[in-house]
């Protein structure tokens, strides 16, 4: 195995830029850094490795996705229509998923985290007979909210900066009502974690619910970000890939109860998509 180079990212990065790289942003000195690690860590077990090997493959894809986002909300016409009714406090939550549970909550305070939101968060904002709060979280937040800048976007609920792997070092327990994430647990690392966290951020009897795309890596050839299948089979929420094969209810345990449907693509739609619904067990 290549030994790591000695001095630690940060040296590796001032001999990178003497050669006449780019200078690096915080983001790529992050990226660097998780490299640096998973050289110095790989030789441990093998699910070590294949956890290590997810990040790299991940980090990679967050820079894919940093620079498409930036075009796109930059340049695109559908993005500045899409920015423009962001900015409007009365745009309603319009996901059925969303408004069927909130029709049936008897609270009227409903607090919802959308994991993996991007830039702008496709939740709404308002629903009736309730009082939503939204915490927007995404690893790419920090340079998102500099591309709306520059647009001049403001917006009621910014995206904030956070992984799924590591909610709970973020946000307390029990916090929110509904834990939500929409084409973008298939962009993780480590989508059962993510998924496991997301679920003690509800209190009891709130939900997860996870709007996806059906078998996305296996649409994208797992290029950039799409690692991951997430699908409906036998009425159970399946998470695999070339190497995995995770049944969701299994790893979650007892505390959770997951129903998943599959909503056939129609005319003008991308793809099918995998609905799951998981409320946390008291």
């Given amino acids: 195995m290549t030994q790591p180079t000695k001095g630690g990212p940060r040296r590796i990065l001032s001999a990178l830029q003497g050669r006449g790289a780019r200078v690096a942003t915080k983001l790529h000195l992050t990226l660097l850094s998780t490299f640096y690690v998973a050289r110095q860590t790989l030789s441990r077990n093998a699910d070590a490795k294949a956890r290590l090997g997810n990040k790299a493959k991940w980090t990679i894809g967050l820079l894919n996705e940093r620079d498409w986002q930036e075009s796109y909300h930059s340049s695109e016409p559908e993005a500045a229509q899409f920015q423009a009714e962001a900015q409007n406090l009365e745009c309603p939550i319009r996901d059925p998923m969303i408004t069927k549970y909130l029709s049936t909550e008897s609270r009227t305070d409903i607090a919802i985290i959308d994991v993996g939101a991007g830039a702008i968060t496709q939740v709404g904002y308002t629903h009736p007979g309730k009082n939503i709060s939204i915490t927007p979280v995404d690893p790419l937040a920090d340079h998102y909210a500099n591309v709306l800048r520059k647009r001049g976007v403001k917006l009621p609920f910014p995206t904030v900066k956070g992984y799924g792997e590591t909610l709970l070092s973020q946000f307390s327990r029990a916090s929110f009502d509904i834990a939500y994430a929409r084409n973008s647990l298939d962009h993780t690392y480590d989508p059962i974690a993510t998924i496991a966290n997301m679920l003690e951020l509800v ?49 979650l345990g007892p505390n959770a109860k997951v129903s998943c449907s599959v909503h056939l693509a129609r005319k003008g739609e991308w793809r099918d998509e995998i609905l799951v619904m998981i409320t946390k067990v008291a």
Avoid: P, S
């Fill in 203 to 251: 209190r009891d009897d709130g939900v997860v619910l996870l709007r996806h795309y059906r078998d996305e890596a296996e649409g994208g050839e797992y290029q950039g970000l799409h690692q991951w299948n997430f699908d409906c089979k036998d009425d159970r929420f399946v998470i695999w890939n070339k190497d995995t094969h995770v049944l969701v209810d299994k790893a």
